[in-house]
């Protein structure tokens, strides 16, 4: 995974012959403080200077998909995934933490916050 200040975020994956290709590309409109994945290395979450922070999950076929949001006032310096991965802590600029739970199935991962 590769974090940018360009606001984009690129995921890679090996191939079955050992390379490595670009899965995905999530953007924000501002650049990324940070990206980290879940502890089931299957959703993502980022920072952003624009401040969101993002949960993209990855489904059954493969494919990335954007489950979810978290806003706040100003730039978020880090979102990461609690252990077990049934929540996600934010913190601003501004030193508002949010911690948010995630609810999911196959087919919808909802935030509540």
Same mark, same amino acid.
């Given at each position: 995974? %590769?974090?940018?200040?360009?606001?984009?975020?690129?995921?890679?994956?090996?191939?079955?012959?050992?390379?490595w290709e670009k899965k995905v590309t999530i953007y924000h409109?501002?650049?990324?403080?940070?990206?980290?994945?879940?502890?089931?290395?299957?959703?993502?979450?980022?920072?952003?200077?624009?401040?969101?922070?993002?949960? %993209?999950?990855?489904?059954?076929?493969?494919?990335?998909?954007?489950?979810?949001?978290?806003?706040?006032?100003?730039?978020?310096?880090?979102a990461t995934f609690s252990a077990d991965g049934s929540h996600?802590?934010?913190?601003?600029?501004?030193?508002?933490?949010?911690?948010?739970?995630?609810?999911?199935?196959?087919?919808?991962?909802?935030?509540?916050?």
């Amino acid at each position: 995974m %590769i974090a940018s200040q360009d606001g984009s975020v690129k995921i890679y994956g090996q191939t079955s012959k050992g390379s490595w290709e670009k899965k995905v590309t999530i953007y924000h409109k501002c650049g990324i403080q940070s990206a980290t994945f879940s502890p089931d290395d299957c959703h993502v979450v980022t920072a952003s200077l624009d401040g969101t922070s993002k949960i %993209i999950g990855q489904r059954t076929d493969g494919s990335w998909l954007e489950r979810g949001s978290i806003s706040h006032d100003d730039t978020v310096f880090s979102a990461t995934f609690s252990a077990d991965g049934s929540h996600v802590v934010t913190a601003s600029k501004y030193g508002t933490v949010k911690i948010t739970e995630l609810q999911g199935s196959d087919s919808l991962f909802a935030v509540t916050e």
